[in-house]
C-alpha cells in the first residue's frame, strides 16, 4: 500500500510513523507512507492555498486547485475508485469506524487530504474525494491529527503488520463487537491493590468466563451501544441479566 497525505503542515508528520508497528510496516516494505506539502500545488508565487468564503463569512478557506492538481499529480486524472480512495478529513464526514479502516486496508492506494481554517471548498468533497470522513464528534484544529489516526489504524491491518499474538486479539471491535477485557500483569498486588484471584489460580476455563464477564460489563458501563449489535451468546446475556441487576 502507498499512502500519500497533503497538508500544510508537513512538520506535523515527523515523528508519527517513525515508532512501533508503522515503523515495522514501513520496514518490511508492507506500507510506503509520503507526506505532501499543499503549497508546492499553488499556482502562484506566494503560494497561496487559502482564500476568502463566497457569501461572506468569517475565516477562510482552503482553495480547491492546489487540492485537485496534488491529487491529479499522485493519482492521474482518471483514477481508479477500487484501487484508491481519496480521503478528505473534515469534522462533517462520516464517521471512521473500524470497519471503515478494514475496508480501507484493502485499497493499494490512499491519499488523505487533511481539511485547515474555516473549512475546505466543497467541490473537493463533491467531486474529488471517495470518502469524507471524520474521526469523531469534536472539533480539532484540522485534519492532520486525524490523518494519523487513520494511518495507524488502517496500517496495523495490513496482512504482516501484526506479529501473531498481537493479532488474536485485534478483532476485539471488529468482530466480536464488545470491548476487550481488564488486562494485569506483576505485582500481584500494588499499593495494597490486588489482582483478581482467578487471574492466578491457572484455571483456563475460570479465566476465559471471568474475561468474557468482565468485558461484558466493561461494555455495559462505557459503551451500551455496543451492546446492541454486538454478537453474544445465550451464556453471555444471562451474564449480562446479572450485571444489569447489580
Ligand atoms: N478536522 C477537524 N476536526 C476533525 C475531526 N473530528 N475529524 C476529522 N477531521 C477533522
Not at 36 to 53: C, S
Not at 90 to 117: D, H, K, N, S
Not at 211 to 239: C, F, G, V, W
Request: charged share 30%; with cysteine.
Amino acid at each position: 500500500m502507498r499512502i500519500d497525505i497533503l497538508t500544510i503542515f508537513p512538520e506535523m508528520f515527523r515523528g508519527p510513523f517513525d515508532y512501533g508497528i508503522v515503523r515495522r510496516a514501513r520496514e518490511r516494505g508492507l506500507v510506503e507512507i509520503a507526506v505532501h506539502d499543499l503549497r508546492d500545488f499553488a499556482a502562484d508565487k506566494h503560494r497561496t492555498v487559502d482564500d476568502r468564503p463566497f457569501g461572506g463569512g468569517e475565516g477562510m478557506v482552503l482553495k480547491p486547485e492546489p487540492i485537485f492538481r496534488a491529487v491529479e499529480h499522485l493519482l492521474g486524472e482518471q483514477f481508479d475508485r477500487e484501487r484508491a480512495a481519496v480521503i478528505l478529513l473534515t469534522p462533517q464526514g462520516r464517521r471512521f469506524t473500524q470497519a471503515m479502516a478494514a475496508y480501507l486496508a484493502t485499497r493499494e492506494r490512499l491519499v488523505l487530504i487533511c481539511g485547515r481554517y474555516e473549512g475546505v471548498d466543497e467541490r473537493v468533497a463533491g467531486y474529488l474525494a471517495t470518502h469524507e470522513l471524520s474521526i469523531g464528534d469534536y472539533v480539532l484544529t484540522g485534519g492532520e491529527v486525524p490523518a494519523m489516526v487513520i494511518v495507524e489504524a488502517v496500517v496495523r491491518l495490513l496482512p504482516g503488520a501484526l506479529h501473531r499474538a498481537e493479532s488474536a486479539r485485534r478483532e476485539s471491535f471488529a468482530a466480536g463487537g464488545i470491548l476487550d477485557y481488564p488486562q494485569y500483569t506483576r505485582p500481584a498486588e500494588f499499593r495494597g491493590l490486588r489482582v483478581p484471584e482467578v487471574l492466578l489460580s491457572g484455571h483456563h476455563a475460570e479465566i476465559a468466563r471471568w474475561r468474557r464477564r468482565m468485558a461484558l460489563a466493561k461494555t455495559l458501563r462505557n459503551r451500551p451501544d455496543l451492546l446492541e449489535k454486538a454478537a453474544l451468546s445465550e451464556e453471555d446475556r444471562q451474564l449480562l441479566e446479572e450485571l444489569r441487576d447489580m
